[in-house]
């Protein structure tokens, strides 16, 4: 592939990448398929987790919708254990 000076830094960049995700997916001895976005949304998910706020992280997302960014948003699924112990047999 011939890549003219103006796109050598970004296509260096996506090939240092794609060999770090790779590298990362075998010191875990990760069978499954891994992309950039795995580590995209990984960082979304963390944030929102650790009380990020979902406008925040759909600024850093670049989402033009906050919508999409909603889609990560798995802290509404915690169950806590206070809710466990409402179960009374």
Partial sequence: MRVDEHHA???RDILQGERL????AAGVSLQAKI????F??????????????LENAQAMAAHES???????????????LDEVERIVI
């Fill in 35 to 38: 992309g950039c976005h795995t």
């Fill in 40 to 53: 995209r949304a990984t960082g979304i998910i963390t944030y929102l987790e650790a009380g990020g706020t």
């Fill in 21 to 24: 995700k790779q590298r990362r």
């Fill in 9 to 11: 830094p970004a296509v």
């Fill in 66 to 80: 906050l919508r999409t960014t909603k889609l990560y948003d798995r802290t509404a699924d915690v169950i806590t």
